[in-house]
C-alpha cells in the first residue's frame, strides 16, 4: 500500500505543476505581438502622412473655388493677394500640410515661382498664370508627383 500512496502524492503534484503557461509559448506570443507591431506602426504613419496630404490637396481645391466665386463677382478680376479672399469667400486661409518637408503653414507667397518654403504659392504677377494658386513646395508626396504640380 505504500506505493499506492506515492502514486497519489505524484499524480497530485502533477495535476498543479501543469496549470499556467510556459516560457516557450509565452515567447512565442511575444514574438507575434512583436512581428504584428512591425507590420503596423509603418502602415500608421503611411496613413497619417497620406491623411495630411489629403487635407492640403482639400484646401488648395477649396482656395482655387474661391478664387473662381471672387474671380466671377468681380467681373473677371483675380485678388491682388489671397487675404482678398477674406472674409467674405473664405473665412480663413487653410494650412498646407506637407508632413516631412515643412511645419502646416497658413503663409502665402505672391510671387510667380516656388521658393520651397511650404504654405501656398499665389501667382499675382502679371504673366500667363496670374491668378493661380499652387502649394509652395518642389518636393514629391507619397504618390511621387511634385506639390508645385497641383
Not at 511645419?103 to 505672391?110: A, G, N, P, Q, T
Request: aromatic share 8%.
Amino acid at each position: 500500500m505504500v506505493s499506492g500512496v506515492g502514486f497519489r502524492h505524484t499524480f497530485i503534484m502533477n495535476k498543479h505543476n501543469n496549470s499556467g503557461f510556459t516560457l516557450i509559448e509565452l515567447m512565442i506570443v511575444i514574438v507575434v505581438i512583436a512581428v504584428l507591431a512591425a507590420i503596423a506602426v509603418p502602415k500608421y504613419g503611411e496613413a497619417m502622412r497620406n491623411s495630411s496630404e489629403g487635407s492640403t490637396r482639400a484646401n488648395l481645391g477649396m482656395i482655387r473655388k474661391a478664387l473662381s466665386v471672387y474671380y466671377s463677382d468681380m467681373d473677371g478680376q483675380y485678388p491682388s493677394d489671397m487675404l482678398s479672399l477674406l472674409p467674405v469667400h473664405m473665412r480663413k486661409i487653410p494650412a498646407a500640410k506637407l508632413p516631412g518637408y515643412h511645419d502646416d503653414s497658413k503663409i502665402v507667397l505672391h510671387a510667380a515661382a516656388s521658393d520651397d518654403a511650404g504654405g501656398w504659392l499665389y501667382d499675382n504677377v502679371n504673366n500667363g498664370t496670374y491668378g493661380t494658386v499652387r502649394v509652395n513646395c518642389s518636393h514629391t508626396d507619397a504618390k511621387g508627383s511634385i506639390w508645385t504640380s497641383y
